[in-house]
């Protein structure tokens, strides 16, 4: 069992209110995702649950137990941090058996959740070496087992990832996903990069300022953003915000089209947005074509094959697709 519930949990520091009092539900077996920009709350709100900072208000149920004053050790939590604090000088079986043997488990119940971690991690052939012996993702992985074996209610990550290079970085997103796909236990997972967020959640958390924005599945987030902070965060290259009059012809104030929704013609069209390509990104399967001078925004990015020629001053005609055009009010709030 792994429920999580946030019942108008709030953090202060001081005078300075860093969560306002929010509410939020996380359900057993679920992977959440807590993404957002720097400062937002996120890491703030798993250290909440875990219990390493005392709410200022508001309770935190775990499996319907109100665990708001009960010690971290008592929370049946395991915590991954973003380093892997692992003793350099024990091997990879004494860091991961650390935590058991802590907690006064016999030794033969030890070695059978070592062995059964090891296996789950791709650590067995690991398990005599030292730290020091094994790569950044290898020891990622070790800090993962030692929170396996503790068979916790759930997982919180605090930016795991963020110490590896970009190859490992996706190499992990897979193995932690794949992880929980075989373990079934909630899992909560902080990170600033919403690519993560796309890929490995069940939901995701927006936050900002320490508000959940919106939380949701992440096709719910990507196809119906609440408002307009949403629809900026989440989606890569970032959609495109209009304002003026192209907005008002819609009812809006500012409309987002995302850069897959726009046609690049090289010949003008009616209602066609014309503009000259300044930057195009050619990234293989896919070109990110930044197009200036349209009189719409400063910078309109458009998504096309990577088979499609693009060269900095060619003139072109950006068409949006109808269906596709997001529409925000005056507040930033999504127009149904």
């Known amino acids: 069992m792994g429920r999580i519930v946030l019942e108008q949990v709030a ?6 209110e860093v969560i306002p009092a929010l509410d939020l539900e996380i359900e057993d077996g679920e992977f959440a995702v807590f993404v957002g920009p720097s400062g ?9 649950i875990a219990g390493l900072e005392d709410v200022s208000g508001g309770r935190i149920l775990i499996d319907d137990a109100d665990a708001t004053q009960m010690a971290p050790a008592r929370r049946g939590l395991a915590m991954v941090f973003q380093s892997y604090a692992l003793y350099p000088h024990m091997t990879v079986r004494k860091n991961i ?7 006064g488990l016999d030794k033969a119940e030890i070695e059978r959740r070592v062995q059964s971690a090891a296996a789950a991690l791709n650590l067995t052939d690991y398990l005599d070496r030292r730290p020091g012996q094994l790569s950044g993702g290898q020891r990622q992985r070790v800090a993962i087992g030692r929170a396996i074996v503790r068979e916790p209610a759930a997982f919180l ?11 490992l970085r996706v190499g992990m997103r897979l193995e932690i996903s794949e992880l929980h796909k075989r373990l079934r236990t909630t899992m909560i997972y902080v990170t600033h990069d919403q690519v993560e967020a796309m890929t490995m959640a069940d939901k995701i958390v927006v936050l900002q300022a320490g508000r959940i924005e919106q939380a949701g599945s992440p096709l719910e987030l990507y196809r119906a953003p609440r408002n307009r902070f949403v629809a900026g965060f989440i989606g890569s290259p970032r959609m495109n915000f209009i304002e003026g009059e192209e907005a008002g012809r819609r009812g809006a104030f500012a409309i987002g089209v995302r850069p897959e929704d726009i046609a690049l013609s090289r010949e003008p069209a009616p209602g066609a947005w014309e503009g000259v390509v300044g930057v195009a990104e050619h990234l293989g399967s896919d070109t990110f074509v930044h197009v200036h001078e349209t009189g719409l925004a ?3 990015t458009v998504r096309v094959s990577g088979e499609t020629p ?16 997001h529409r925000f009010d005056a507040e930033g709030l999504r127009i149904a």
């Not at 058996?97 to 907690?103: E, V």
């Open 157 to 167: 990550f605090d930016e795991p990832l963020s110490n590896l290079d970009a190859a």
């Open 40 to 48: 937002c709350g996120k890491s703030t709100l798993l250290r909440l």
């Open 298 to 300: 400063e910078t309109i």
């Open 11 to 16: 953090k202060r520091f001081g005078d300075a």
């Open 97 to 103: 058996a650390f935590p058991l043997r802590m907690a």
């Open 310 to 325: 693009c060269a900095h001053g060619d003139r072109v005609w950006l068409t949006p697709r109808e269906d596709a055009i």
